[in-house]
DNA sequence: GACAAATACGAACGATCGTTCTAAATTCAC
DNA sequence: GTGAATTTAGAACGATCGTTCGTATTTGTC
């Protein structure tokens, strides 16, 4: 197979009637997501939104909890975009991590999600439901735990971080520390929560660096 | 008013049938808050798992936006007991702030909510959604940030924690490690989760001792 | 332009939602 | 024990839920 082939197969290809639309779903789907959560994804609302008939939106999908994942995968989807490969953008190192964390601090704004990432709300409001859902909610939120680890680990392979930082304990903390950023922005609607995000993300980062004394604690 | 009417009037009064029921309902409702989501929260099903008939569970609260604020307020108050009355006992200091962060990864479970902390969930679930349950999480948050943050300002008064430490910044801080737990606690299922989060909060702590040599950064 | 395939609609389904009545049963003070 | 007040049950309401089915309409291919 060369080249052509695969952009016509992968990129190039015109959606078919029936994708777009799809694709339009899942976009106000995602929105209603986010400002609402997964449990008012109702079928009906949704098709008042998209002006189809529910009959019509619900051909798409098959099944509400079908719906779900497929919004979920669009919302990880554009995570992957505007979080992780717009960061790839930067130099490996502390200064893309930095970038990282502020992607990801903003990334549902920067998608026009007036509520915050749906895939943390759906993390919460499917941790205790097992099914197919929480499987995919587990999945994406593994790749984005790991992702975040690999980016530490190029830290300490640049030399700026100190080699016995814990990778997995660094992407913990500053998942810990984008959750605090959500409470404080989204509920309590506090003006300094994204300094104090990126204060306790300096605290952190600092901790690991090899220019710190050994004295302080390390973040592993 | 003496001290034994008032220890009538607040303690030791009999409960009511109807004040009676009202706390079994609330009990059966947290567990399913904590399980499912406030939005779960269904007058039938309470009403089922109860014993007693739509109706009459119903005339308790008198609409279901009261029923959700009456949870949040019995896990408002069950928060207070186990986690900030229970740290009371704890000498002022480290050690209670330690014991603080230690009640509140535990406290739902030392309550046997299945599922965890509800009122965490609320502020999720509640945090796009204007009215007044969104303004009774947004009440206990900052009831539970600012008891918090006070725990913080003791150990800069029995002198353990550096002046210049900041209780706002910690208390964010601690939250979002609280944070980070639940999530890699209830979600992924990681079994090094509670020890994660210590560490993370061990790391926390050190930056802010006066012991700590002054050019590790503090957390203000 | 014709014809098959893909896509959308409209009506209806049983179930459940929150809520409102009225009436029966129970509790509680005297 | 009696009577008033509190507490519960039962039936019903319109609305909405997810889903199914048969039938239009539209799309894409030759």
Same mark, same amino acid.
């Given at each position: 197979?060369?080249?052509?082939? @695969?952009? /016509?197969?992968?990129?190039?290809?015109?959606?078919?009637?029936?994708?777009? !639309? @799809?694709?339009?779903? #899942?976009?106000?789907?995602?929105?209603?997501?986010?400002?609402? %959560?997964?449990?008012? *994804?109702?079928?009906?609302?949704?098709?008042?939104?998209?002006?189809?008939?529910?009959?019509?939106?619900?051909?798409?999908?098959? /099944?509400?909890?079908? *719906?779900?994942?497929?919004? #979920?995968?669009?919302?990880?989807?554009?995570? /992957?975009?505007?979080?992780?490969?717009?960061?790839? /953008?930067?130099?490996?190192?502390?200064?893309?991590? @930095?970038?990282?964390?502020?992607?990801?601090?903003?990334?549902?704004?920067?998608?026009?999600?007036?509520?915050?990432?749906?895939?943390?709300?759906?993390?919460?409001?499917? $941790?205790?439901?097992?099914?197919?859902?929480? $499987?995919?909610?587990?999945?994406?939120?593994? +790749?984005?735990?790991? %992702?975040?680890?690999?980016?530490?680990? #190029?830290?300490?392979? !640049?030399?700026?971080?100190?080699?016995? !930082?814990?990778?997995?304990?660094?992407? =913990?903390?500053?998942?810990?520390?984008?959750?605090?950023?959500?409470?404080?922005?989204?509920?309590? +609607?506090?003006?300094?929560?994204?300094?104090?995000? =990126?204060?306790?993300? $300096?605290?952190?980062?600092?901790?690991? #660096?090899? !220019?710190?004394?050994?004295?302080?604690?390390?973040?592993?």
């Amino acid at each position: 197979m060369n080249a052509i082939q @695969r952009l /016509s197969d992968h990129a190039i290809r015109r959606l078919s009637k029936g994708e777009e !639309t @799809r694709a339009q779903i #899942l976009d106000v789907a995602l929105n209603v997501a986010s400002e609402s %959560g997964f449990e008012a *994804l109702t079928i009906g609302s949704l098709a008042e939104r998209t002006g189809l008939s529910k009959s019509g939106l619900f051909a798409h999908f098959g /099944s509400k909890e079908d *719906l779900q994942i497929a919004v #979920l995968d669009e919302g990880a989807r554009r995570v /992957s975009e505007r979080v992780f490969k717009a960061a790839l /953008s930067e130099q490996r190192g502390v200064v893309r991590l @930095r970038a990282l964390f502020g992607n990801w601090l903003g990334w549902a704004e920067s998608c026009q999600l007036k509520g915050g990432c749906p895939i943390m709300a759906a993390a919460f409001e499917f $941790d205790d439901r097992p099914g197919p859902v929480r $499987d995919a909610v587990v999945k994406h939120h593994a +790749r984005m735990q790991s %992702g975040m680890a690999r980016t530490v680990e #190029l830290c300490i392979e !640049t030399g700026e971080f100190r080699p016995d !930082t814990d990778p997995q304990q660094f992407a =913990f903390e500053i998942f810990g520390i984008a959750n605090a950023y959500y409470f404080s922005h989204r509920l309590m +609607r506090d003006a300094d929560a994204a300094e104090r995000a =990126f204060k306790a993300f $300096d605290r952190l980062v600092t901790g690991s #660096l090899v !220019t710190a004394p050994s004295s302080a604690t390390s973040a592993n």
